[in-house]
Structures are given as structure tokens and as C-alpha cells.
């Protein structure tokens, strides 16, 4: 099953992500006949990233902490809310995964056979381990495309290119069209990338924001 094609094309766009790509491809791989390993490497993915971000940022955590804290604090770190302040965005995603944990303790049990009063409510649970999963990939790719537009590094600060952003960029392109001038067109995504760098970060958030609802939803 094909279902992390986003994270896939993103993983490709920033090359320093690449070693992630093992865990859509396990995910996509035991989604259809191992559900608890597809929820495992869904997990395995989101903590992988906010360890990643909290050790490039040189915040300490305990590598034993929760995939709740971790994200917590990952969302700290990265300023999309303050320590202690309510968050719908960020309780969004803390719930998300935390039931991912929890639907991966219902269904863990496989050793004994089941009632098919069992099996109709464990396809049930499968859909919501689906649900969970693309709600994984929503997670991820927002906190590495976030990451990478707010945190470069300063090399890549200075060498940022107009394609480290494709995704983005069609979308924007997408939304607005072409800019016509005289009688030539222009693509809205590079016009505001090379003459208006402010203005291309406002859309940047803009469309952050579009997939920080999609997530709560």
C-alpha cells in the first residue's frame, strides 16, 4: 500500500533526511498484514525527527522520554508554542500519537485466536490505525519542513534554494497562478522567492498553517 508518497518526495528534497526513508517504506510495507509494526516505525519516524531537531538545536532530553514529551518539547524548542501554554495545535499532535500508542496495545495481541465479534471490531481499529498512520506522515513533514525554513544552518542560510521547497512552491504556484508582466509570465513562487523574501515566508506560514488544521482535524 501506497501511502506516504508526501513524506517520500520530501525525505528526496532534503537530502539530509534521506536515512529516514527506511520508515515510510517499513510502514507501507507491514500496513497491509502487520499493523503493530507499521504503528512501531510510525513512532520510530516522529522520534527519530524531534531527536534529531533537539540534539541540532543542543536541547537536552532523557532518550528514554515518551513520544509525547519528546514531541512536547520538540514544539518548544522549534517556538510554535511556549513551555506551559495550552496549544490546540500542539495537544493535536500529542494526542494523535499518543493514540497511536494506545491502539497499538489493543490490537497487540495476536497469539490467540479471536470471536468474530473480535475480528469485526479489530477491522475497525485497523481503519484507525490507517487514519493514525497518515496523520504520522502529516506530523512528520511538518516538522521538517517547519525545521528546515526556520532553522537552517548558517551554510545553508546562505546557499537556500529555490527548489529545497518544491513542495511548497507548487502549491503556491497552485493557489496564485502566474504573474503576468507585459507579455511574459512568471511563476508566483519564484517571483516571490528571489525579489520578496518576506513575502515568501508569510505564504510559507500561511500554508503551514493550512496543514496544522488538517492535522487537528
Not at 517499513?26 to 500496513?31: G, K, Q, T
Not at 465479534?117 to 506530523?139: G, P
Not at 537552517?152 to 497552485?174: A, G, S
Request: aromatic letters at 12%.
Amino acid at each position: 500500500m501506497q501511502i506516504m508518497d508526501r513524506l517520500k518526495e520530501l525525505i528526496q528534497e532534503q537530502s539530509r533526511w534521506k536515512d529516514l526513508e527506511i520508515y515510510p517504506t517499513r510502514i507501507e510495507a507491514f500496513l497491509d498484514n502487520d499493523f503493530i509494526s507499521a504503528i512501531e516505525n510510525g513512532k520510530a519516524l516522529i522520534e527519530t525527527i524531534c531527536k534529531t531537531i533537539l540534539d541540532e538545536q543542543k536541547e537536552i532530553y532523557d532518550k528514554n522520554e515518551t513520544i509525547n514529551k519528546l514531541v512536547s518539547k520538540t514544539l518548544i524548542t522549534l517556538g510554535i508554542f511556549a513551555k506551559g501554554q495550552i496549544s490546540k495545535f500542539g495537544s493535536g499532535i500529542v494526542t494523535a500519537l499518543q493514540n497511536l500508542g494506545e491502539l497499538r496495545n489493543k490490537i497487540g495481541d495476536t497469539s490467540h485466536g479471536k470471536s468474530l465479534y473480535e475480528i469485526r471490531k479489530n477491522k475497525i481499529e485497523t481503519l484507525s490505525a490507517e487514519f493514525l498512520i497518515n496523520s504520522v506522515e502529516l506530523i512528520a513533514c511538518f516538522l521538517i519542513e517547519y525545521y528546515e525554513f526556520e532553522f537552517p544552518t548558517q551554510k545553508e542560510k546562505k546557499e537556500r534554494k529555490y527548489d529545497d521547497f518544491q513542495t511548497f512552491n507548487e502549491y503556491l504556484d497552485e493557489a496564485y497562478g502566474n504573474i503576468q508582466v507585459a507579455d511574459y509570465s512568471y511563476l508566483t513562487s519564484e517571483v516571490l522567492f528571489a525579489v520578496d523574501e518576506t513575502a515568501y515566508e508569510f505564504e510559507f506560514q500561511k500554508y503551514l498553517s493550512q496543514s496544522n488544521d488538517t492535522i487537528r482535524e
